[in-house]
């Protein structure tokens, strides 16, 4: 079955599949060359100084819908996590279609348009139970329980069939803010009949079912209860549910509960005004803290993946302008470290246990559970609806592959490996992988964008990893010099056993002879004679440190 423009229902993700983060995933109807969109989320990452120094976000490379934006009927939102919202501002300006959202995930992007300065009418509020029509797609929100309040997966109806696309999940009996897992309304569209499901694979690989949030409350409260002085517990500032759950523990532990972080009081303020958080327990203001006894304090506060700037990194630095702990305190680790945030969150235990704090995580205690399916989940989720073709997202590229096999061996018909960039034809007898797109990231660096093939974080890394050498030389119409040569070496050691002069001096003499023994001719262009320099410095840095740094000439020739 095709769609009334006689094309075919395609699937491409932009991010998301093949790396966990920036989610942004297209559905299409048509053939290529009038082919209608419509687009589910629209997420970032983050940078870390081993592979992005000095970025603060990285989002997917949207030029290829920048391109086909004419034909984009609008953006759906499954929930309000940074990696399926946190590009919106940032990209819309350029797309200006409506973006649909239940109320909580629409105040947290309405608060991002808005600091941008963009038109939050855009962003429109849609319950549960209701379609939204955009052109020939009818979509639908269907409830599902996450770390984050009304998450929801989407029901996608389109001539071509019914496509599920569950966003991030997990069955949760027991939840703490919200309904608890429905598995009734997933049934139902499995009986209306389900031509494609693009689902969850960040868990994939571990056994059994996801555990609930209400699991953890009372080992929470206990080891609240148990230490003998302050409390700190860290975790994702927009885990709405566990900070709420932690917060509630503090206080049943008789604890006062305090808020260090702008992003968390941020989030604790959209969930209230949405209405799904309405228990939450009285915030001390940081200020007040000095007037209360080490042992009646709870801090819940950023920084569970030990980033640089956030709270926890500055507590356990000693700089935080209000949060303190000592010898005796004890800290709770209440998240999953995120692949590849391993050095970093193990180099803030250790900074911690060097001062006598106590430091807890999810391996010593069981004080966290994820937000996402185990293989149990999924293949309930696979039982319920039946679908004819499965599209595994939302996970590494081996998280994808596993999925896809075991998806077959649950007796999905078809099941499709699509990394970023991959577009899919999901209906019909021709179901598979019918092209390729160029797909890529984008860095905020400060207020640019960057591309990742523009060089810009390649050379920084550069920089970081061999240093950088700076000569300046002011030279007559011949190339000769008038004064002697300024350098500056940074990211470099200044001296070295053996070396006869600190190494810009070094440098500098290379230079000196470098110019005086080149020949004229090759001295009387500026291009020339940068040539002669930037050699000269990389090999005197080569011989004495090892390395080749980045080299950089400024040259002022006068010609009187």
Known sequence: MTGKSGGPLVYLALGGAGEIGMNCYLYGLGEARD????????????????????????????????????RLEAIFLTHAHEDHVGALPHVWSRLKVPVYARRFTAEVARSKMEEAGLDVGAVRVVETGRRIEAGDFSVEWLPVTHSIPEASALAIRTPAGLVVHTGDFKMDPDPQIGEPFHIAQFEALGREGVQALACDSTNVFMPGRAGSEGEIVSNLRRLIEAAPRAVAATSFASNIVRIRTLAMAARDAGRSVVLAGRAMRRMIEFAVKSGQVTDFPAVTPEEAIKDIPAENLFYIVTGSQG?????????????????????????????????????????????????????????????????????????????????????????????????????????????????????????????GVVEHVETGRVYLDGRVHVGALDGVIRERLKMARSGHVVVAVTVDIDGELIADPEVRCLGAPKDGEGWHAPLDEMVAEAVDDAIEGAAKKAKRTDKGLEEIITRAARAEVIRHWGKKPVTTVVITRLED
């Open 307 to 431: 980033e640089a700037r956030a709270a926890m990194a500055r507590i356990a630095a000693g700089n935080h302008p209000t949060v303190k702990l000592k010898a005796g305190d004890t800290v709770l680790f209440s998240s999953k470290t995120i692949p590849g945030n391993e050095a970093g969150v193990y180099r803030l235990y250790n900074r911690l246990s060097e001062q006598g704090i106590t430091v807890i995580d999810g391996e010593m205690e069981r004080i966290h559970v994820s937000g996402h399916a185990r293989r149990d989940d999924l293949q309930r989720i696979y039982a319920a609806l039946k679908p004819k073709v499965a599209v595994p997202m939302h996970g590494e590229h081996r998280h994808l592959v596993e999925h896809a096999r075991t998806a077959r061996y649950w007796g999905v018909p078809e099941a499709v490996v699509a990394p970023n960039g991959t577009v899919v034809r999901l209906d019909g007898n021709s179901v």
């Open 35 to 70: 082919r209608r969109w419509i687009m589910v989320d629209i997420g970032v990452g983050f940078g870390d100084m081993e592979t992005s120094p000095g970025v603060e976000l990285v989002l997917p490379d949207l030029e290829f819908i920048f391109g086909e934006r004419n």
